[in-house]
């Protein structure tokens, strides 16, 4: 069974900083990674999304790597502002079984401070 | 503007009742998901479908219901089986090629949420 790892469960940085979340799963075998964003009480924003034959990917500010190899994901932010102060949450897919069924971590909270 | 709307934003059940969670997209997505979202847990998946008239149980399906009536829309009932209702309701959407062999998932997009509280 695919379990997601994301640590740490809290961070606090000062505005300016570049900062590093991470995100490890057990199952090596997977179609995609995903990295979202969730406001408090708000659903889920989609940051970015990461194909199994893919590295990285960037968006702005934000980048992803993805090691499938030895079972990680790296969300890195630079130069953080207050407004990315949120919880991160990384989801991945199964390469097998039908639908996009995403096994999600319990998350970073961030927060960033003036 | 195209999106994935939830309603109501919060709800409040008595013992013993049933009670429907709306989700509507207009993305012209195949595959639409609830999810669970509790304090302290990762998201748990309820149901999921991949297309009109089809879905399938997730890892915590007990206790619910859905529906797939409409390829816009995807009601989860609560029902009075399930012990511990009160939480944060996700619902998903994706575009999806369901059952013609490897998965072709695309990113998930998500709604608002509803937050159900038991009374």
């Known amino acids: 069974k695919q379990e997601v790892t994301q640590i740490p469960a809290a961070l606090s940085v000062p505005e300016g900083e570049n900062l590093v979340l991470n995100c490890s799963f057990t199952d090596s075998a997977i179609y995609n990674l995903q990295w979202f964003r969730q406001d408090p009480g708000k659903g889920l924003t989609s940051l970015l999304l990461?194909?199994?034959?893919?590295r990285e990917q960037t968006s702005g500010r934000l980048n992803a790597s993805l090691d499938k190899s030895s079972g990680r994901s790296t969300l890195y932010i630079a130069a953080s502002q207050p407004g990315d102060s949120a919880t991160y949450l990384c989801?991945?897919?199964?390469?097998?079984?039908?639908?996009?069924?995403?096994?999600f971590g319990t998350g970073t909270q961030l927060k960033v401070e003036l | 503007d195209g999106g994935i709307t939830q309603s109501p934003k919060y709800l409040f059940r008595k013992e013993g009742q049933n009670v429907t969670l709306s989700c509507e997209q207009n993305l012209n997505h195949d595959a639409m998901y609830w999810y669970r979202q509790d304090p302290g847990q990762g998201l748990r998946l309820i149901y999921y479908s991949q297309i009109v008239n089809d879905f399938q149980k997730g890892d915590i399906a007990e206790g619910y219901s859905v529906s797939r009536e409409k390829k816009e829309s995807f009601p989860l009932t609560v029902t009075s089986a399930q012990k511990n209702p009160t939480a944060f309701y996700l619902c998903?959407?994706?575009?999806?090629?369901?059952?013609?062999?490897?998965?072709?998932?695309?990113?998930?997009?998500f709604g608002p949420g509803t937050r159900l509280t038991v009374l």
């Open positions: 998903a959407s994706s575009i999806e090629f369901p059952r013609t062999g490897l998965p072709r998932g695309n990113e998930q997009f």
């Open positions: 989801a991945v897919r199964p390469y097998t079984g039908g639908g996009n069924k995403l096994t």
């Open positions: 990461i194909q199994s034959s893919q």
